[in-house]
């Protein structure tokens, strides 16, 4: 399974501000701490801040100056997304995130993934927006697969998010988005999924309670992809515990590995 580091996120006013101020030293702590932390993957948003697709550009940029892993351009805006591409030095590694089946979306960033054969994320959204059950997800997460396999992207890059509503805004909401993990894996064995786990938690107090909570159930289900903050040490924590509960941590290898490490905390 991989970590993606979601911590340079312009929706956090620390970010937002150093954006703004071009503060390079703020970024890059938090880009070197987050791989420190153990993150397969670096997000990067600036879709909260003007001039989106500039500050994609100088993010990206920056970052790149003191780590070298693969970065998650990652946006609403295909623009800003072409922006922070155009300066990548890794680009077939690097992730483009995101498309939805909205036309528009697909017409601007397909052509860029199949330049670069680089991973893709896709969200269960269309038209309507979020589908409320898992059936309904899997039905819209089928007509992305077609889509990008007829645009002749291989679907090995493919990773398609299944979505997690805050459990704050009505019931039910974990239960669909397991369900959804488990027919996306029980239908499509080619296709990945991918999950942003803070989502589950907003609006609540003591969010990261349910952000650790939550994180065994996903792992459980057979997500490949979590977006996550990795400087939680008792999530990254408990990560390791479940990893070696479930088998995907072979003689409890890692997990001894961070014991001695002192990465173990809660």
Not at 76 to 92: L, M
Not at 169 to 183: P, R
């Amino acid at each position: 399974m991989l970590i993606i580091g979601e911590r340079i996120n312009t929706v956090k006013k620390k970010i937002a501000l150093a954006v703004e101020r071009r503060d390079a030293e703020t970024i890059q702590e938090e880009a070197i701490n987050q791989v420190k932390a153990g993150i397969d993957v670096l997000d990067v948003n600036a879709g909260s801040s003007l001039n989106e697709a500039e500050n994609m550009r100088w993010a990206v940029e920056i970052i790149q100056e003191v780590v070298n892993i693969p970065l998650c351009i990652d946006s609403a805006n295909p623009e800003a997304i072409k922006a922070g591409f155009q300066v990548c030095r890794d680009k077939e590694r690097a992730w483009a995130n995101s498309i939805t089946l909205q036309k528009k979306r697909i017409e601007d960033m397909l052509p860029l993934v199949k330049k670069y054969d680089c991973p893709l994320i896709a969200l269960c959204i269309d038209d309507k927006g979020i589908p409320p059950t898992a059936r309904e997800r899997v039905e819209v997460a089928q007509r992305l697969i077609r889509v990008v396999g007829d645009f002749g992207i291989s679907l090995d890059n493919l990773y398609i998010d299944c979505l997690i509503e805050p459990i704050s805004v009505g019931e039910g909401k974990v239960q669909q988005t397991l369900a959804t993990i488990k027919m996306m894996k029980n239908n499509f064995s080619q296709i990945k999924t991918v999950i942003c786990l803070s989502g589950v938690s907003f609006g609540l107090p003591e969010r990261r309670l349910i952000n650790r909570t939550f994180l065994p159930l996903l792992i459980e289900a057979g997500v490949d992809a979590i977006f996550l903050d990795p400087l939680d040490e008792a999530l990254m924590a408990t990560l390791k515990a479940v990893n070696a509960l479930l088998d995907k941590d072979e003689s409890c290898l890692d997990y001894i590995r961070a014991y001695r490490e002192g990465k173990l905390k809660v």
